[in-house]
């Protein structure tokens, strides 16, 4: 059995991460760089849309990234589509924080479903991205193919959640 790693440890790795920013949104992504300098990160790109997303994912292989939902050209949703295409993408494994305005359940659901490792709304606090990130890392879900869905093993009470919606009438 491996050691818990130490708060200190947990932090250096955070403050080691490469993130890339995406969204369409000038403003969002400064605010999101900010809340990502507070959580000690250094190394920050960012992106205005999916498709300048894909190519810096590509030729800069950041080891998270923050993706809104909404974007004009390649939606979050499509971009996701696209990265988690193993054999097509590069790094179809890659950590995806989807970030969006939007928390309505069936965007969520359909999030889960693409593959995102995690969701997050608007406003967002750095505490908050921090968790995420620490999740991310340090309790990393194996990445699994499950007929059409390539991404992070689905968490087992989304799961139950769904099978019990499933079998739960509606009034």
Known sequence: MTPKPTKKEIEDLIQSLSVLVVDDNQYMRKMVRNLLVNCGIKDICEAADGIAALDAIRTIGPDVVILDWEMPLLSGAELVRIVRSPGVFPMPAIPIIMLTGHCERWRVVEAVRLGVNE?????VSAKAI???LVSIMMQPRPVVQLGDYYGPEPRKHL???DELALKTPLA
């Open 130 to 132: 921090y968790d995420r």
């Open 159 to 161: 799961i139950e959640t």
């Open 119 to 123: 969701f997050l709304t608007k406003p």
